[in-house]
């Protein structure tokens, strides 16, 4: 498989990659920069936030951010900054906590996840949030999670998945999940990624059902099918892929972004941190914007 690098971005930590369809452009954040990247017609530009900027989904005009300290409307300055307002704090259970993975649902439904910011005290201190009453309020849906990630729901819709990255857990699980109401019930092993190279992190879902995981330490995007069963692994040049997402004209392209540590030595990953394609002949799903 072909992996194209599109940007040599040197993210310190890439995330949530969203193809918007109307402008045929590819975005994605920097957790840590606080900065909003798009990628159009081979040009890159990015964007500043006031804070970290940890997930996005598109709105009717701008974009719904998962951030520090809540949930923000984004739009795009003409100076390069983010302008933000504020919708909806998140009562995270102790200091030094952000958001981290988040998406919609099939209905427009806003996601996203807690977690510390030192992940590597592995406190169970994490939350799954659902932005609701007109995004006024964050409502916690699921509690005891230490780094929430993998946030993804079946084409019907009526299937959530969600996964655990911290090396004591790697879990992925599948709920049941109400279209009508947005809740998830009846949790249920998914994939043990202890089985598997690598840790989950962000992931997507193919018009086919099957569940794609970026497999962080291992340097690969594996594809589950929806019974569980690992069907295919792509292997990328870096050793981090932290999240996938399919995009492109005929949404077959699945992009992935990743993750540049910092003191490590990266000679033999001098990509590390950057934003590929590859082209695995399966076709995606659009992303839902955000239904307030």
């Known amino acids: 498989m072909d992996c194209e690098l599109i940007v040599d971005a040197r993210n310190a930590t890439g995330e949530s990659p969203v193809w918007h369809a109307h ?6 954040v920097d957790i840590p920069a606080g900065r909003l ?27 719904l951010a998962g951030m520090e300290s809540g949930v923000f409307h984004l739009r795009a300055g003409a100076d390069g900054r983010l302008l933000g307002e504020r919708l909806a704090s998140a009562e995270h259970g102790q ?22 910011l030192d992940m590597q ?12 009453e ?14 929430p990630n993998g946030l993804a729901f079946s084409p019907a819709g009526d299937r959530m998945y969600l996964s655990d990255s911290h090396p004591d857990v790697q879990t992925i699980w599948a709920f049941d999940y109400d279209i009508e109401t947005g809740t998830a019930h009846n949790r249920k092993l998914f994939v043990d990624m202890h089985d598997y190279p690598g840790r989950p992190d962000g992931a997507a ?27 295919r692994s792509l292997t990328l040049p870096v050793r981090k892929p932290s999240m996938c997402a399919f995009g492109g004209p005929g ?18 990953q001098p990509l590390a941190g950057g934003v590929f394609a590859l082209r695995p002949g399966v076709k995606g799903l659009e992303e839902p914007a955000w239904r307030a």
């Open 95 to 116: 200091a030094g906590m952000r958001l981290n993975d988040g998406r919609c649902d099939r209905q427009g439904r806003f996601w996203a996840g807690s977690m510390l």
């Open 23 to 28: 402008e045929q452009a590819l975005y994605w």
């Open 134 to 147: 007109g995004g006024a309020r964050l409502n916690v849906q699921l509690d005891g999670l230490i780094v």
């Open 251 to 268: 949404l077959d392209t699945l992009f992935v972004t990743s993750i540049r540590p910092a003191g490590v030595d990266l000679q033999d």
């Open 205 to 231: 879902v193919d018009e086919d059902g099957c569940y794609w995981i970026c497999a962080n330490d291992a340097g690969q995007v594996h594809r589950f099918t929806p019974e569980g069963r690992l069907d």
């Open 37 to 63: 990247h798009r990628w159009q017609d081979g040009q890159h530009q990015h964007w500043q936030a006031d804070e970290m900027l940890a997930c996005i989904a598109r709105t009717e005009h701008g974009w």
């Open 121 to 132: 005290r592995g406190a169970a201190v994490g939350a799954l949030y659902r932005l609701d």
